[in-house]
């Protein structure tokens, strides 16, 4: 069992920044791919970035590339998401979700790949 708390949502203005962060439970935490997905009000929950096991591979949905990273620190158990230019569009609540091995990669940017699921953090960007 794998339990996710995120932390780091807040209200910035368009071109700020945040980071957040993920803490997960669990001694197996290093060999799960770990996934953001964000949810607007209104809008089905979408896919943001995702990380494999060892942080060799990273992926992105398109409207992020470039201005977020994702990152991961297996010794603290941790994922983050620094979100860097943060536009309105931005506005959601995001929620960090961990893919139990053997990772789906193939499938990383489909909800349902993913077994476990934080409470999620709001991040609000002004104009």
């Known amino acids: 069992q794998v339990q996710l708390v995120e932390s780091g949502g807040g209200l910035v203005q368009a071109g700020g920044s945040l980071r957040l962060s993920c803490a997960a439970s669990?001694?197996?935490?290093?060999?799960?791919?770990m996934g953001w997905f964000r949810q607007a009000p209104g809008k089905e929950r979408e896919f943001v970035a995702a990380?494999?096991?060892?942080?060799?591979?990273?992926y992105y949905t398109d409207s992020v590339k470039g201005r977020f990273t994702i990152s991961r620190d297996n010794a603290k158990n941790t994922v983050y998401l620094q979100m860097n230019s943060l536009k309105p569009e931005d506005t959601a609540v995001y929620y960090c979700?961990?893919?139990?091995?053997?990772?789906?990669?193939?499938?990383?940017?489909?909800?349902?790949?993913?077994?476990?699921w934080g409470q999620g953090t709001q991040v609000t960007v002004s104009s």
């Open positions: 979700a961990a893919d139990r091995p053997p990772t789906g990669w193939g499938s990383i940017t489909d909800a349902n790949t993913y077994d476990y």
């Open positions: 669990g001694r197996t935490f290093s060999s799960y791919a």
């Open positions: 990380i494999k096991w060892g942080s060799s591979s990273t």
